[in-house]
């Protein structure tokens, strides 16, 4: 169970940068970051970030509780440890990411622009439940779909060159999905994992 934040709706805080460091996963080793950029300079998605890593360290060491806790930084953030490979302090960037966006969803905050990531999310998670693997097609398909028969036209015909492209590579399959053989185990652990996540 996440502890809440010490002074919740304050947009500054000081003692928001304390519960960083006691209560997301790495956050102690925030204080090991030295601000020489490196993580943000090499992320590749950068230019999606409202903040790169950099400056969301320096932002919470300032306080800065609500724009860190609204920031798409978390969300947007691939896991490919790149930084994480190229920090000079060994500061695991990718890992206070990931639990900062738990956190963020936890405590009922949310990126300002996070439709598409909540949409995309709710799309992989649906293949993934439904046949044990993510299938592209179908996924792409049903989150473009979640905004709405024009969205779904407008984004497919602007991608179809790209995916054509693929599957005359041969890579992208054709035909039915892909799926694992025990689907019956597969629902097992899922239902585990629901039963472990509900227990807080
Ligand atoms: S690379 Fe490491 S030390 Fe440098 S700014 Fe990023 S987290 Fe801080
Ligand atoms: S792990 Fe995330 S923050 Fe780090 S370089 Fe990759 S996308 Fe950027």
């Not at 519960?19 to 790495?26: A, K, L, T």
């Not at 990931?98 to 598409?116: C, F, H, I, T, V």
């Amino acid at each position: 169970m996440t502890a809440p934040l010490p002074n919740p709706g304050k947009k500054y805080d000081l003692d928001f940068a304390r519960w960083v460091y006691d209560n997301v996963n790495g956050g102690d080793k925030m204080a090991l970051c030295m601000q020489c950029g490196v993580c943000s300079g090499s992320c590749p998605i950068g230019t999606n970030m409202d903040h790169g890593p950099r400056k969301l360290f320096m932002m919470i060491r300032a306080g800065m509780q609500e724009a860190v806790m609204t920031s798409n930084t978390p969300a947007n953030c691939t896991s490919c440890y790149r930084c994480v490979v190229r920090c000079p302090r060994s500061v695991p960037v990718t890992y206070i990411l990931q639990d900062l966006l738990a956190k963020q969803a936890e405590l009922g905050y949310r990126a300002k622009d996070s439709n598409e990531n909540i949409a995309f999310a709710k799309s992989f998670w649906w293949s993934a439940r439904a046949f044990g693997r993510t299938d592209e097609r179908l996924v792409t398909a049903k989150y473009y779909w979640s905004f709405g028969p024009a969205e779904f036209w407008k984004r497919s015909m602007e991608n179809l060159k790209i995916a054509l492209g693929f599957i005359k590579k041969g890579r992208m399959h054709i035909g039915m999905p892909h799926s694992v053989k025990d689907k019956k185990g597969l629902k097992a652990i899922l239902d585990k994992a629901r039963e472990i996540e509900s227990r807080g």
